[in-house]
T-cell receptor, first 110, second 113 residues
Framework: GQNIDQPTEMTATEGAIVQINCTYQTSGFNGLFWYQQHAGEAPTFLSYNVLDGLEEKGRFSSFLSRSKGYSYLLLKELQMKDSASYLCAVGLRYGNKLVFGAGTILRVKS | SQTIHQWPATLVQPVGSPLSLECTVEGTSNPNLYWYRQAAGRGLQLLFYSVGIGQISSEVPQNLSASRPQDRQFILSSKKLLLSDSGFYLC????????????FGPGTRLTVL
């Protein structure tokens, strides 16, 4: 089976840096995805890691360690608009599917 | 570029009534298509996915069904809605033959009363 764990909620201050962790246990791993979902809206794609290491994309970076079953999303220079739920998802090698974690609600305060 | 549409945006239905939600994708051919449900404050639950016309895989036993009558059209249906069917229904697409990034439609918020 598959299991994905993320913290339920986090709070951070505007301008700060926050790291959202995700641990997973899956069979047939084929990539790790991060999505952002604002309240009442659909998820939007943020990043994809298939190899170990850090992928940087502007203020957002994502890291993957396949041997540890661990990923994190790093958000720098936090803005109020970054308040959202962040979903970690694992791609499965068989079946063309993603398995989603429950999401981490990030609250950015001024 | 590719776009994905869903309608209606919101729907309020009585218990026991039928349901039909539609999803269409533009700008790509032979996509993988997915239906998810998200209950309030919860994660995404995969309901159905399709790799081609007429090919449907069901992930969770329930009173919902899905159909793919055309390459870029995906329909979610029910004959009789239950209260527990309330939620945010999301359609997504990805490129075929791979575990690729999924792109979501705007969603349909369904309330069953």
């Amino acid at each position: 089976g598959q299991n994905i764990d993320q913290p339920t909620e986090m709070t951070a201050t505007e301008g700060a840096i926050v790291q959202i962790n995700c641990t997973y246990q899956t069979s047939g791993f084929n990539g790790l995805f991060w999505y952002q979902q604002h309240a009442g809206e659909a998820p939007t794609f943020l990043s994809y890691n298939v190899l170990d290491g850090l992928e940087e994309k502007g203020r957002f970076s994502s890291f993957l360690s396949r041997s540890k079953g661990y990923s994190y999303l790093l958000l720098k220079e936090l803005q109020m608009k970054d308040s959202a739920s962040y979903l970690c998802a694992v791609g499965l090698r068989y079946g063309n599917k993603l398995v989603f974690g429950a999401g981490t609600i990030l609250r950015v305060k001024s | 570029s590719q776009t994905i549409h869903q309608w209606p945006a919101t729907l309020v239905q009585p218990v026991g009534s039928p349901l039909s939600l539609e999803c269409t994708v533009e700008g790509t051919s032979n996509p993988n298509l997915y239906w998810y449900r998200q209950a309030a404050g919860r994660g995404l639950q995969l309901l159905f996915y399709s790799v081609g016309i007429g090919q449907i895989s069901s992930e969770v036993p329930q009173n919902l069904s899905a159909s793919r009558p055309q390459d870029r059209q995906f329909i979610l249906s029910s004959k009789k809605l239950l209260l527990s069917d309330s939620g945010f229904y999301l359609c997504a697409w990805s490129r075929s033959h791979s575990t690729d990034t999924q792109y979501f439609g705007p969603g349909t918020r369904l309330t069953v009363l």
